[in-house]
């Protein structure tokens, strides 16, 4: 998975041409004994969270962290039903949204996949989103956390709007913001809790927190 092998088929990387993947590896640990939970602990967390430190420290590009999210994308799949039996248990839950205005989406989509890697449910709420709709979204799932991107300066301050509204309404909702132009010092100034330059950086600070 760290090596972003999907599956057998996948030419994804040259290296592994033929061997198994994420797919079949998983597969192949739940019927042979592991369960859903090991699966989640031992090998998809840890291998998002090497994925991550070398993205951070440079060691690997965004293509390949790319390749590893849809690597963890395929593990995933066999263990949804466990979730949802309630054989193993989400970290916690949020809703995340690009701010309206902005439809840039493919940093939170890679966040969104560090969350699930990480073990928490993903409530992707899509990009051009307003308040009212994070509002509802808060209301219909019940989130721990709010997650908001911003890829353009002109839609800072809908974020900003965004969240003093959603701060009014939901005073101890965690709320954790990212994107090109955000730093920790609009962050602090819009009244967010956190702020985080990357998305292991965004998994690391609510996981601290919940
Ligand atoms: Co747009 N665009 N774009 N664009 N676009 C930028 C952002 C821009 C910097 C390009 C430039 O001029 N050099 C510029 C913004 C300038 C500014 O505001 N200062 C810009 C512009 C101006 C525009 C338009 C206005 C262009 C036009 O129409 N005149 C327009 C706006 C449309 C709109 O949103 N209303 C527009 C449109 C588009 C496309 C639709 C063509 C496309 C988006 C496709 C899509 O997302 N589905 C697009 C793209 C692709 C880009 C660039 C090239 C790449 C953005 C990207 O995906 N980066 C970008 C220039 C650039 O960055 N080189 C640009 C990769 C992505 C993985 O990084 O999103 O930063 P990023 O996410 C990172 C971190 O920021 C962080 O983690 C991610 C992974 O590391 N992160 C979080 C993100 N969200 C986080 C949330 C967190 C934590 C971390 O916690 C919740």
């Known amino acids: 998975m760290?090596?972003?092998?999907?599956?057998?088929?996948?030419?994804?990387p040259q290296d592994m041409q033929g061997e198994e993947g994420a797919d079949e590896l998983t597969h192949k640990a739940l019927s042979t004994g592991?369960?859903?939970?090991?699966?989640?602990?031992?090998?998809?967390?840890?291998?998002?969270?090497?994925v991550g430190d070398k993205f951070r420290n440079n060691e690997i590009y965004l293509p390949d962290v790319l390749m590893s999210a849809?690597?963890?994308?395929?593990?995933?799949?066999?263990?949804?039903p466990h979730f949802k039996s309630g054989d193993?248990?989400?970290?916690?839950?949020?809703?995340?949204?690009?701010?309206?205005?902005?439809?840039?989406?493919?940093?939170?989509?890679i966040v969104g996949m560090f969350f699930e890697g990480g073990g928490w449910e993903v409530i992707d709420c899509g990009v051009d989103v307003s308040e009212p709709q994070f509002l509802e979204a808060i209301q219909e799932h019940q989130p721990d956390a709010v997650g908001m991107s911003?890829?353009?300066?002109?839609?800072?301050?809908?974020?900003?709007?965004i969240v003093r509204g959603l701060k009014t309404n939901?005073?101890?909702?965690?709320?954790i913001?990212?994107?090109?132009?955000v730093t920790d010092a609009f962050a602090t100034r819009i009244g967010a809790d956190f702020y985080?330059?990357?998305?292991?950086?965004?998994?690391?600070?609510?996981?601290?927190?919940?």
Not at 70 to 76: I, P, Y
Not at 196 to 210: C, F, T, V, Y
């Open 70 to 80: 849809r690597a963890m994308g395929a593990a995933m799949e066999h263990l949804k």
């Open 170 to 175: 939901f005073p101890q909702l965690l709320i």
């Open 34 to 50: 592991a369960t859903a939970q090991e699966v989640l602990t031992r090998a998809l967390i840890p291998g998002m969270q090497a």
């Open 88 to 109: 193993i248990q989400y970290r916690g839950k949020i809703v995340l949204g690009t701010v309206s205005g902005d439809l840039h989406d493919i940093g939170k989509k």
């Open 2 to 12: 760290e090596k972003g092998k999907i599956d057998a088929r996948s030419p994804h």
């Open 177 to 181: 913001v990212g994107g090109a132009p």
């Open 196 to 210: 985080s330059p990357d998305p292991q950086g965004a998994l690391e600070k609510l996981n601290r927190n919940i």
């Open 150 to 161: 911003a890829l353009l300066t002109t839609t800072m301050v809908n974020m900003e709007e």
